[in-house]
């Protein structure tokens, strides 16, 4: 969000938590820090699940602790150096459809790195990641895995190999 967007979501947490925000610049530049690279509806999403989970006096570093939990399915909407959508590969892969028989395709990414690759690859939609369902190797499927039949061990290995 930009400073201006920020300072208008400071006083909206102060309404919504019931504190006069700080004037002080240093603290608000030291705040705004870590909401730099989140989108304003994101930090909302934040403020609403901090204030239906807990009570008491606010504190931003519980207010940061609903990051993760506002980007979940919302990934779309932020995007950063870091892509989470394509893990900085430019691009996401599909199922898709056609004349009954299933195919995978890839399309660009939203992010930076997919916008530069070839423009004649499609650029992914938000509806097309929501009306699927992402399996374990970040595919969007057009149906929900069945993951009877993933094989464990190849599971094991591909994410948290390196934590067994
Ligand atoms: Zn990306």
New binding site residues.
Partial sequence: MTKNEFMEYVSYLGKLFSFEPTADKEVLAAWYKPFERVHIDIAREMAQLYLKQETGRFKLAKLLEFKDVALRGKVYKE?TEN??????????MLEKRDNGKIYEFCNR??????QSLNSNIKTVTEADLTERYKDYNDIYRLEKPRFENIDVQEFKKEKIGGFV
């Fill in positions: 995007s892509c989470k959508l394509c893990k900085n590969t430019g691009f996401v990414c939203i992010c930076k790195i997919g």
